[in-house]
């Protein structure tokens, strides 16, 4: 795929060498073709629900469908995205901050506890300058028991990030320095309107965060993995896709993967293995069916996979109900344990698309990134190793950016659906779209579920 | 000037010859280190205040100032923004059709009458791509006489652009078609919900557009020059302006040029020479206590212009009141008329800036493009026959692309001030936004002034 000549500005696209057959083409020309709706469709959504503050859609592209498979709340990896989509990020975060507290002067970003990670810290340090760019003071507070002072960490290209303990205080979390008078009056130290996490709250839901007195926290608590599970995720995307699939008079099942789920696996002890195996054959039989309906010779697979799970933890390609029956100690422990050590016993099994695209010999998958209701960019997590069946977000992994900047929100009306990037990039952005939307509907559902805490301290450290 | 190392993605900024002195750094270190005040003003500033659909602003940098000498509302130059601007500006575009109408569909763009000037018109085609990109249906329509049927205008750079004849039917405009059965249901043909003039109505207020039936207008009617004044604009600047330094600590001189106002003049008659003459004597006199009081050692002169001028005629510096009394009568013709044969009556007497700016051995004057309340571009305005204290926009003149993409919102405070273009680009996007700020003052204010018409006819083709 060559990168159309009438957009000399755009940076490189990476040249893909996906064989593309005809339903996707199909499928690209229906969403060029549909866009004014689509288009609408989306202005009028949002004029009814709240976008989440920001988030990442992994999609998979097989030629004859193009869906989201897991869908981020907490993203990193902004420090993936081209340099040059930082202004579209920094206008959509300003949208996002106006939404949140227009009187905003501060916010606070809460981080991953691990300090060590330099990818994931220059993602913060991105995230910083970011928010930073639209006027706010922005600094970042930890709630690692390890960070007890402020803590100046150097990044890759001279940059550096200062992470500093968060404190709670009259029932407000902010950073108020290291032995100040804890009596002393609210508002002393860096108090913020606003909060933003980038922890997924897989360790749990931290008490220094429940109930803050005036302080809006986003994305709320119950978007953690706690609280959240991936199947409220896709219950809500069925809804999405079927709205979508209607208004551009498509299969839904072109931009959505079948899914079921099992509660109270047990891995280690082998309990709710009858629950996996009819779920696989399940979802395995419906797929063979839209197969036959479309006439695709692929063999059908699952991703078998934590409902709480995250980090590409926990996360098996199953092509046979049997095989879940046959785990050994080894896939065992393997698929019990995610993130932070949390246990899993709700499992999700999803339709298995498989990528066809590859970049530098490697199998490839695009990542969409969305700060508010806007695309802001996004790469391809590419790895050599894996198959066009596997889960790619695995160790190993290298990532690609796309500047697909003009790509998502300005497509080529007028080149053939195929030849030009800009078209698949916008068609990418629509179905990422989607599953933001859908995290909309999830979320606005999931607001009951987070579980009371005992008390919340009105006094603490970052435990 | 040298483009940041650390912004390699950006495209090439153009190397300034500009010789900064103090005054201008301390300004621009100023608006850096207040960037969290400012940008909370603005954020609550458009909470109270509804953004033009779009504006341009001519900016002037004098060295030890900073200011706006025109704002223009239905601005266009679209064509001269760089290509890698357009995902924001379709970002900001999609923002403003949400204010407009979030449930529209299509939108009618009603362009300048003159149908032959191509530039014009490749900025016309610009605009469509722009706004079409928001997934609304956009088609032109005009407002020419000459323009009885649908016309495909070839472009350059194998674009084409669709020009149709705009007409009225059951209190609505829209397109209608040729022939059509004009008493045929509200509905048919083109029946937009919005209308985006392109035309500064420069020919007066078209009939065909007033009491529209539940059809939004944008500009409104009295954004166009019948009713439009300079020294209104400058008159709710001068607030902005004063608010602005109370906020960052400056003189609001910095940032804004004095101004005084002439009506009843006929230059032709030669009426109302004594207003002139005191009025250019009196600013020169206020620039010059300025220029004293800051150790400034330039000659002062005043730009006299048409108060409801455009198109860069009308037009002269003056550096002493005798000149207004003494022109010749090439000089009173040239001043006497404006575009479309207006007739000048009002004058605007404008402190000059000159501009320290140059490009390619020409005098530059930066252009900054806005949608809604984003800044979405820009160029520089560059002349080689002209000199610092002279009008830019006139023949000769031509455009160099600013990317002033990450410039104008992404800052780079690590920078010393007037090393890195990002930091003088986020000035130019600050004191632009000031611009438009009063533009949506001036816009509430003068929303009375419309004269009424003597009927709208309910069924018209354009006149």
């Not at 976008?51 to 989201?68: C, E």
């Not at 005036?214 to 709320?220: C, I, S, T």
């Not at 109270?264 to 709710?272: C, H, I, N, P």
Request: charged share 25%; with cysteine; hydrophobic share 40%.
């Amino acid at each position: 795929m060559q990168q159309p000549a009438d957009h000399p500005g755009h940076p490189a696209v990476p040249h893909l060498t996906t064989a593309l057959t005809g339903p996707l083409l199909e499928l690209e020309r229906r969403i060029l073709d549909s866009m004014p709706a689509i288009e609408r469709w989306f202005r009028l959504f949002w004029q009814d629900h709240v976008p989440p503050f920001y988030g990442s859609v992994d999609l998979r592209n097989a030629g004859y469908k193009l869906a989201p498979v897991d869908m981020n709340l907490f993203p990193a990896g902004f420090n993936n995205l081209s340099e040059d989509m930082l202004p579209c990020a920094v206008q959509a975060a300003q949208a996002a901050v106006e939404r949140l507290c227009p009187d905003a002067r501060n916010l606070l970003l809460v981080p991953e506890r691990h300090t060590r990670n330099l990818h994931y810290l220059t993602n913060v340090a991105r995230l910083v300058r970011i928010l930073a760019a639209t006027g706010l003071e922005v600094r970042v507070g930890s709630l690692s028991a390890e960070v007890t002072e402020p803590t100046v960490i150097s990044l890759p290209g001279n940059e550096q990030l200062r992470v500093e303990p968060l404190a709670r205080r009259h029932g407000r979390v902010g950073l108020f320095g290291h032995g100040d008078d804890p009596e002393s009056t609210p508002g002393a130290g860096f108090d913020p309107c606003a909060i933003l996490l980038n922890n997924d709250l897989s360790a749990g839901t931290p008490e220094i965060l429940r109930d803050l007195r005036d302080q809006v926290l986003v994305p709320p608590l119950h978007a953690g993995w706690t609280v959240r599970r991936k199947s409220h995720h896709f219950a809500a995307y069925d809804e999405i896709a079927d709205e979508f699939a209607r208004l551009i008079s498509i299969d839904a099942w072109m931009v959505n993967p079948y899914f079921a789920r099992c509660s109270a696996v047990d891995f280690q002890a082998r309990e709710g293995e009858d629950c996996l195996a009819e779920s696989v054959d399940h979802v395995l039989t419906r797929i063979r069916a839209k197969h036959k309906e479309y006439g695709i010779d692929e063999q059908p697979f699952v991703i078998v996979k934590a409902d709480a799970g995250t980090y590409g933890m926990g996360i098996m390609t199953v092509k046979d109900a049997s095989e879940v029956r046959d785990l050994n100690r080894k896939q065992r422990n393997r698929m019990a344990v995610v993130k932070e050590g949390l246990q899993v016993s709700d499992v999700i099994i999803q339709e298995g698309v498989p990528t066809r695209e590859r970049i530098e010999e490697g199998t490839a998958e695009p990542v969409v990134y969305m700060v508010d209701k806007y695309v802001v960019g996004g790469f391809y997590r590419v790895h050599r190793e894996r198959g066009i069946d596997e889960n790619l977000n695995a160790p190993g992994a290298h990532f690609v950016q796309l500047a697909f900047a003009g790509a998502c929100n300005l497509p080529d009306c007028r080149a053939l659906p195929g030849t030009a990037a800009p078209n698949r990039f916008y068609s990418y952005g629509v179905v990422a779209r989607l599953a933001l939307a859908a995290a909309a509907i999830e979320l606005e559902r999931t607001a009951q579920l987070l579980p009371k805490a005992s008390s919340a301290p009105d006094v603490a450290v970052a435990q």
